[in-house]
């Protein structure tokens, strides 16, 4: 059964980069049929995709945030991983990684459980 | 303020029929199919219906979505004490090249 795991610090500093982690286990990262996602929850508010990821590559940002972004994939760890430079205290939320397949309006089918990342000095 | 717009909250008793609304515009909702997410606390958001009204396995029959122009809709039946969730939309939208999601639905079964 495909498992998302997020990793990383849980507090950061302002002005400096967010460093998160996402393990995939019960399936591989190099699939051809899948993107691999963050979307993030601020505390008591709603979602927001930050962006996606193809093993391939291809990678699309949501562009309130693109500027900051970076998201890559690493085959040999069966990871991804996101970037979020020149945090703020704005930047506060549960971070979810979360799978798709393949296309441009299929739906994220598969989350991990969140990790929570304060900005504050 | 989220691009789709759903109602805070939301209430039923139990067995009772819920529907909950989510409105967009047209290249959001008007032109791509919509998802729905529910989100049990302390938990990762589960998709519930995908493509607009598909259930994925293992989601009861009592869940049904629809879609109407730019808006959707997510309708629960026979409610059960255990769906007191957060419930959200989400579509593509053409215009900001992204996902966009609502502001979430709170719903309590009293």
């Known amino acids: 059964q495909l498992q998302l795991q997020e990793s990383g610090p849980g507090l950061v500093k302002p002005s400096e980069t967010l460093s998160l982690n996402c393990t995939v286990s019960?399936?591989?990262?190099?699939?051809?049929?899948?993107?691999w996602g963050w979307i993030r929850q601020p505390p008591g508010k709603g979602l927001e995709w930050i962006g996606s990821?193809?093993?391939?590559?291809?990678?699309y940002y949501n562009p309130s945030l693109k500027s900051r972004v970076t998201i890559s994939v690493d085959t040999s760890k069966n990871r991804f991983s996101l970037k979020l430079s020149s945090v703020t205290a704005a930047d506060t939320a549960v971070y979810h990684c979360?799978?798709?397949?393949?296309?441009?309006?299929?739906?994220?089918?598969?989350w991990g459980q969140g990790t929570l990342v304060t900005v504050s000095s | 303020q989220s691009v789709l717009t759903q109602p805070p909250s939301a209430s039923g008793t139990p067995g009772q029929r819920v529907t909950i609304s989510c409105s967009g515009s047209?290249?959001?909702?008007?032109?791509?199919?919509v998802n729905w997410y529910q989100q049990l606390p302390g938990t990762a958001p589960k998709l519930l219906i995908y493509?607009?009204?598909q259930r994925p396995s293992g989601v009861p029959d009592r869940f049904s979505g629809s879609k109407s122009g730019t808006s959707a809709s997510l309708a629960i039946s026979g409610l059960q004490s255990e769906e007191e969730a957060d419930y959200y939309c989400?579509?593509?939208?053409?215009?900001?090249?992204?996902?966009?999601f609502g502001g979430g639905t709170k719903l309590t079964v009293l």
């Open positions: 979360a799978r798709k397949t393949v296309g441009a309006t299929t739906p994220f089918d598969h």
């Open positions: 019960g399936g591989s990262i190099s699939s051809s049929s899948h993107y």
């Open positions: 990821s193809h093993y391939s590559g291809s990678t």
């Open positions: 047209s290249s959001n909702i008007g032109s791509n199919t």
């Open positions: 493509s607009n009204n």
């Open positions: 989400a579509a593509w939208d053409d215009s900001l090249h992204g996902w966009v």
